[in-house]
């Protein structure tokens, strides 16, 4: 009896210990990944209604995979995400017309439609301009959460203090780990957690 119990301890703790690793493995998945699994443990809530809630995280979406493609210098991902994002936040724009609670991020969805034109419209394959306009970009994104009061999505907001000539940029990630979309591999890790969204 003592052997059987003896193995099925060992056998938990490998399972345990396999579960583990597979975590630590998944912590090198994309971003919006990231998102999905945590949208599965609190649902999403903002002050705008349901329908609001999803364009939110659908723009919020679009605007991962944009950064998600800077931090790879991937300039064809990058102007395609970028077109993505004015797209969804456009449509997002033209719903909240009808919302009393979305006047307030109106110049935020401007903002967000008018770099994501900018970021779309350069084509270079360092993706330097491209993050030109993500500066910007990724202000107004922070803005437009926090007028929304989004809660339950686990952002951080990251500086990293030597983008642009050291005039430092923001930018925001699912996950406390830096992955700069501002310098990319040449600097991938630069960077801090300033503020988390909860």
Not at 42 to 49: C, D, E, M, R, T
Request: with cysteine; charged share 20%.
């Amino acid at each position: 009896m003592k052997l059987v119990y003896i193995a099925l301890t060992v056998s938990l703790l490998a399972i345990v210990s396999c579960n583990s690793n597979t975590g630590n493995a998944g912590s090198n998945t994309s971003d919006t990944t990231n998102a999905q699994q945590k949208v599965a443990a609190a649902p999403i809530q903002s002050k705008l209604n349901d329908t609001g809630t999803q364009f939110l995280m659908a723009v919020f979406t679009r605007y991962y995979d944009l950064k998600n493609a800077l931090v790879a210098t991937k300039a064809d991902n990058a102007g395609t995400a970028a077109t993505a994002l004015e797209t969804v936040t456009d449509s997002f724009r033209t719903y909240i017309q009808k919302d009393a609670a979305g006047a307030a991020l109106k110049p935020y969805l401007d903002t967000i439609v008018t770099q994501s034109k900018v970021a779309a419209s350069f084509k270079d394959e360092t993706c330097e301009k491209q993050r030109l306009a993500f500066g910007p970009l990724s202000s107004a994104m922070y803005g437009l959460l926090k007028a929304a009061d989004l809660k339950n999505a686990h952002v951080y907001q990251e500086y990293c203090p030597m983008a642009f000539n050291d005039k430092g940029a923001h930018w925001l990630s699912d996950d406390s780990d830096i992955k700069n979309p501002y310098f990319g591999k040449k600097m991938l890790e630069c960077g801090e957690v300033t503020d988390v969204l909860r």
